[in-house]
C-alpha cells in the first residue's frame, strides 16, 4: 500500500520559515519524480516546485530564490525549504509522486502565513 505523509505545516509570520517533507512508503521512490502543489481558497491547484529522479528542480517563478526542494532517496522523503514567507503563500501544500502514467499525493499541509 502506497503512502505519502506530510509534515511541518503550521502558522508562520511573514518573513518567516517553514520546512515541509513528505515520507512515501511503498513504492521504488527512488524512479518518481517529486511535486509539491498548493492550493488557496477559491483558487486552482497549481505547482510549487519538482525534482527529477535525476535531482533536477524547476520552480514556479512566484517562489523562485525562497523554496528550495530537495530529496532523500535514502530515506524516502522528499522536502521544501520554505522562506520569506509571503501572506500570498497561504495555501494547503500536497506532496505528489509521478512516475509516466501513475500519480500519488498527499493528504495536504496547511500552512498560514500571518501576523
Known amino acids: 500500500q502506497v503512502q505519502l505523509v506530510e509534515s511541518g505545516g503550521g502558522l508562520v509570520q511573514p518573513g518567516g520559515s517553514l520546512r515541509l517533507s513528505c515520507a512515501a512508503s511503498?513504492?521504488?521512490?527512488?524512479?518518481?519524480?517529486a511535486n509539491w502543489y498548493r492550493q488557496a481558497p477559491g483558487k486552482q491547484r497549481e505547482l510549487v516546485a519538482f525534482?527529477?529522479?535525476?535531482?533536477?528542480?524547476n520552480y514556479a517563478d512566484s517562489v523562485k530564490g525562497r523554496f528550495t526542494i530537495s530529496r532523500d532517496n535514502a530515506r524516502n522523503t522528499v522536502s521544501l525549504q520554505m522562506n520569506s514567507l509571503k501572506p500570498e503563500d497561504t495555501a494547503v501544500y500536497f506532496c505528489?509522486?509521478?512516475?509516466?502514467?501513475?500519480?500519488?499525493w498527499g493528504q495536504g499541509t496547511q500552512v498560514t502565513v500571518s501576523s
Open positions: 525534482i527529477t529522479s535525476g535531482q533536477d528542480t
Open positions: 505528489n509522486l509521478n512516475f509516466v502514467s501513475t500519480n500519488y
Open positions: 511503498g513504492i521504488n521512490f527512488r524512479l518518481y519524480t
